[in-house]
């Protein structure tokens, strides 16, 4: 089994900052890449951050140059460091991985719970 447990959103003013923490445990041979998205109310879920094993990155175009995704392959933990936060970033952000199993060395995508993220204009 996965586990995937995301921390540290909260409520934050425009212009403020918030960093995100995701540790993936369990039954992990490897974590190729790793990732976090948003949905906010009445919208699909979408893509904010990614990055690959080797630290390739991509970003929504609407958080480029404001948000930082990195990686702590030793620990199997990402985060996300957001700045400039806008009234639009508001919604729940929730953490993927790609993992490996060590059991059959099959991959899987495994989800955190989410965490909510709220910013006041």
């Known amino acids: 089994q996965v586990q995937v447990v995301e921390s540290g959103g909260g409520l934050v003013q425009a212009g403020g900052f918030l960093r995100l923490s995701c540790a993936a445990s369990g039954r992990i041979f490897r974590i190729n890449h790793m990732g976090w998205y948003r949905q906010a109310p009445g919208k699909q879920r979408e893509l904010v951050a990614r990055?690959?094993?080797?630290?390739?990155?991509n970003y929504a175009d609407s958080v480029m140059g404001r948000f930082t995704i990195s990686r702590d392959n030793a620990k199997n933990t990402v985060y996300l460091q957001m700045n400039s936060l806008k009234p639009e970033d508001t919604a729940v952000y929730y953490c993927?991985?790609?993992?490996?199993?060590?059991?059959?060395?099959?991959?899987?995508?495994?989800w955190g719970q989410g965490t909510q993220v709220t910013v006041s204009s």
């Open positions: 993927n991985a790609n993992v490996v199993h060590t059991t059959t060395l099959l991959f899987g995508d495994y």
């Open positions: 990055i690959t094993s080797d630290g390739n990155t």
